[in-house]
């Protein structure tokens, strides 16, 4: 008898990421298309960069973070011989622009889009045996800060949303 590996939180940060990839460039245009101007659609861009550790410091702007926080087996709660855990999770984007207006924009508009691509939006594997639902719970705002870019001086600043992602993998583990 073989024993499946549990795939935990790297399976479940690669769907998101992936999930993420697939949707936000369809969601930015659906949040500019409600809101129009004062920003121009090509300021949303989609995300270039992706990172699943805090404090990226080579990034190209926007940028993701998907951060794991904790996971709680809630074995007390569930006590099966499979997953059935709650991950606590941080969604971050760093935006950048050349002003601090655009930059405002920017960034209301990704925690729009973000929220849009990431609440209540359930997750399968490729083999259906991970499923991951998603559910936004707050989100915060950093500082805008100036920052000497290599090339110009730009606004920086990073939204983050916090979730509580509901973990289920099939039983086969010990």
């Known amino acids: 008898m073989s024993i499946r590996a549990r795939n935990l939180t790297e399976t479940m940060c690669l769907m998101i990421r992936n ?3 697939a949707n936000i460039q369809a969601a930015l245009l659906e949040v500019y298309t409600e809101n129009g101007p004062p920003i121009h659609a090509e300021s949303l861009r989609v995300p270039q960069d992706y990172f699943f550790y805090p404090e990226a410091e080579v990034y190209n702007a926007p940028a993701v973070l998907i951060i794991p926080n904790l996971i709680d087996f809630r074995k007390d709660q569930m006590g099966a ?5 709650k991950q606590q999770i941080q ?4 935006n950048e622009a050349r002003t ?4 405002t924009y920017q960034t209301w508009r990704y925690l729009s889009a973000m929220h849009k691509v990431l609440d ?4 399968t ?3 259906a045996s991970v499923v991951c639902t998603v559910v936004v719970t707050r989100a915060s705002y950093s500082g805008i800060d100036k920052r000497q870019n290599m090339q110009d001086n730009v606004f920086r600043q ?5 979730c509580d992602v509901f973990h289920w993998e ?3 583990g010990n």
């Open 19 to 21: 999930y993420i990839q």
């Open 81 to 85: 011989n499979f997953v059935d855990a």
């Open 91 to 94: 969604v971050g984007v760093i």
């Open 100 to 103: 601090r207006e655009i930059l």
């Open 120 to 123: 209540q939006n359930r997750l």
């Open 125 to 127: 594997s490729s083999d």
């Open 158 to 162: 990073e939204v983050v949303l916090s």
């Open 170 to 172: 099939q039983g086969g």
